[in-house]
């Protein structure tokens, strides 16, 4: 990220557009890199989200406090927007021929288009110009959705690719790979979950969250004040892994308790932290206030969750609903649950300030 920023000219980041396509290609030969980079990584406690463009700020001022990395890709539906084309050889290779002899095949060069599909990229660009300094200290990037084809790739104004190239692996589907395996979830959908043979809410609170600033401000103030943010995600990391016991304990539900009143008292001392800087003179003579959106964590059987993200892509937004999709891939096709619990942050849409 600090390379493509650094090396970004003046007269492009006048351009959003121009901002979104220069990423996108900067990405394309990297991304495979860069995910197996963060798979193995010693810490991968991030979020993972499937979201629409319009909810990007939102998401992104809202879930500081429990994720280290914030993965964001949109869904792969609107216009295909061509960002380059490269080559490769078929390898040629040899047959037997009719009589037995051996018939050499020749090397066939190929070119192949690639495009990244978005529903608007103007507005990509705006959110990357905006949250540079989140994507600069690692707190939050964004993964394009990549489509490729033999022909040139053609959008028209209602989305549809003429060309119908192939498709790559999604980000968005990559996403969910990443939130499967590690065990983080957010779920904006704003529905809480239900206790069930597969998912068990640990508990319920205010997360808070620096309201009233435009993302570029709100940017800048989190990566100033990362430490503040890192101490809290050290603590909660903790609890975590104290909830993987408490789950199977004997008594889980007052080994739950115990937890949940622990992340609730830390919770409580950032809110308190959040609102002496929301008050102070530069940031409030910003426009900043503090606003708090209600939360359920939640754990969720691993077989649960993936086999009902399984399902559709979106379900990492929340579109179709989270919580049902689970329980009735539990009720039909789930016949017994084992292995780690994962968990999921249920974050209401509205806030309050």
């Not at 209602?158 to 979830?185: C, K, M, Q, T, W």
Request: glycine share 8%; aromatic share 8%; charged share 20%.
């Amino acid at each position: 990220m600090n390379e493509f920023f650094d090396s970004l000219p003046e007269r492009r980041r006048a351009a959003p557009s121009d901002v979104a396509h220069l990423y996108a290609r900067t990405l394309y030969p990297n991304y495979e890199r860069l995910l197996n980079a963060k798979a193995t990584a010693a810490c991968p406690y991030y979020v993972g989200l499937s979201s629409e463009l319009g909810s990007f700020t939102h998401v992104t001022k809202r879930i500081a406090l429990v994720a280290d990395t914030m993965l964001l890709s949109d869904h792969g539906i609107g216009s295909v927007h061509e960002i380059g084309q490269y080559s490769r050889d078929s390898g040629g290779g040899s047959v037997m021929g009719t009589y037995g002899e051996e018939e050499i095949l020749p090397s066939v060069t190929e070119t192949y288009h690639y495009g990244m599909v978005t529903s608007d990229l103007a507005q990509v660009g705006r959110w990357l110009l905006d949250a540079e300094p989140l994507l600069r200290s690692g707190l939050a990037w964004y993964l394009p959705v990549y489509t490729r084809g033999r022909s040139g790739l053609r959008h028209s104004d209602d989305g549809s690719n003429d060309s119908r190239p192939g498709p790559l692996p999604s980000f968005s589907d990559r996403s969910i790979d990443f939130v499967v395996s590690h065990g983080r979830a957010v779920d904006l959908a704003g529905t809480k979950p239900l206790a069930s043979r597969v998912v068990r809410p640990v508990l319920e609170i205010d997360l808070p969250f620096i309201d009233g600033l435009s993302l570029t401000d709100f940017a800048q103030v989190t990566r100033e004040e990362f430490d503040s943010y890192r101490l809290y995600r050290d603590f909660m990391r903790s609890r975590l892994l104290e909830l993987d016991d408490a789950l199977e304990a004997v008594d889980s539900q007052v080994a739950l308790e115990r937890i949940a009143l622990s992340i609730r008292d830390e919770v409580n001392a950032a809110t308190a932290q959040m609102s002496s800087a929301a008050r102070s003179r530069a940031l409030s003579s910003a426009g900043a206030v503090l606003g708090t959106t209600s939360a359920v964590l939640a754990a969720v059987r691993p077989e649960a969750l993936q086999g009902a993200l399984g399902v559709s892509s979106t379900l990492a937004a929340g579109a179709t609903g989270l919580w049902p999709t689970i329980q009735a891939f539990a009720d039909t096709r789930l016949k017994r649950t084992h292995g780690k619990w994962h968990y999921v942050w249920a974050l209401q849409k509205k806030a309050a300030r």
